[in-house]
C-alpha cells in the first residue's frame, strides 16, 4: 500500500543512505522520458526536503538537457536486500555547473572526481513509499572501478573534450548547457 509524506523521515533517510543503487527520472517537453540508474557515492540527503546528487560524466547528458526545459525530477530508491521497499521522491531540480556559484558548495559533499560535470540538486514536497513486494533480492559484490580506469586514461582536458564531443546534445537534440559559450566554440 502506497503512502505519501511531504517529507523524509529519519528512517525514509536511513534507508536511502543504505541503498547502492538509485534511478533518477526526467522528461523534457516531448521527446523521450529518461530514466538513469545511478550509484556510487553520489548522493547526499541535505534536508528532508532536498537532495543532491553528482553527476558524473557518462555516454549521454539526459538529465542536464531535459531540467534546461522542465525541472521535473523523480528519484527512486528499492530495496534489494532487507524489508521489501520502494521509495520515490517527487520534486524540482536544477543542474549545476562548474561555473555555477554553487559549485564549490556542492563539491565540497564529494570526494573530488575530474569527471564531475554537473550537481543536481533536486527539491521536493512529496515523497512516497510503496510495499516493493515485486522487486527481487540482489547481492551487492562491490563498486566498479570502470569509471576511475576510464578517468585516468582521458585525463582532464581528455573529459572536457569528451564533453565538448559528446555530451552537449541530447538523444533528442536538446542543448545540454555542459559548456559556456566560450568553452563551446
Known sequence: MARKYSQLSDEHIEFINHQKLYFVGTAADEGCINVSPKGLD?????????????????????TAAHLAQNDRMTIMFCAFDGEPK???????AKAIHPRDSQWDEMAALFEPSISARQYVELEFDLVMT????????????????NMEKWNNRKGEQGIKDYWRDRNQI?????????????EES
Open 42 to 62: 553520489s548522493l547526499r540527503v541535505l534536508s528532508p526536503n532536498r537532495i543532491v546528487w553528482l553527476n558524473l560524466t557518462g555516454s549521454g547528458n539526459e
Open 86 to 92: 520502494i521509495l520515490r521522491v517527487y520534486g524540482k
Open 170 to 182: 541530447s538523444i533528442d537534440g536538446l542543448p545540454t548547457h555542459i559548456l559556456d559559450e566560450e
Open 130 to 145: 510503496s510495499c516493493g513486494f515485486g522487486v527481487p533480492f540482489y547481492d551487492y559484490k562491490q563498486k566498479r572501478d
